[in-house]
């Protein structure tokens, strides 16, 4: 976790700023995927989340503002599935982004960020379709996976994009207090 965001109250508001901010940007800009799910822009917060939060409140923001959008958009099919592989990328975000000493690395954590959902969501959307009675489900699955590859590109420019301003705001914030 940044460190400026060093109380109890502090993290408390922060982990539901970006509850609401990985909300808002997944439900704001949503494509259709061929199994039933959607490619969005959220993914920019998720990450961003874990990098400013830390792994665990970062996990927590992104799990519950992106499986709460997934409710709300009317798949909450997707909810479980979303909550798990959300929260798994600002973990993994949160617990690696201290040992990225250069933009090289941090892209690098990143892309394997993105990789937990694409991957994550081929399998849980074979899953669904499985077990909703669906043919070919692996192959069907395939077709969401260059939505995912634009997905997860977009998330990783955002969320660098989004960790700056946050460091920014961040460092305003310290030098009032």
Known sequence: MNEKINTPVKKLA?????????FVMTIIIRIPSPTGGYINIGDCAVLAA???LGPVYGALAAGIGSA????????????PGTLIIKALMAMLAGLMY???KSNAKLVALLLVCELIMIVGYFFYSALILHLTGGENVFAASL????GN?????IGIIGAIMLK???EDILTKMSKEE
């Open 149 to 153: 590859l634009l997905q997860g590109a």
């Open 14 to 22: 922060f982990t539901g700023l970006f509850i609401a901010l990985v």
């Open 68 to 79: 709460v959008c997934d409710i709300v958009a009317g798949v909450a099919i997707y909810a």
């Open 98 to 100: 201290k040992k990225c």
């Open 50 to 52: 874990g990098i400013i």
């Open 164 to 166: 700056r301003l946050f």
């Open 143 to 146: 077709e969401e996976v260059v």
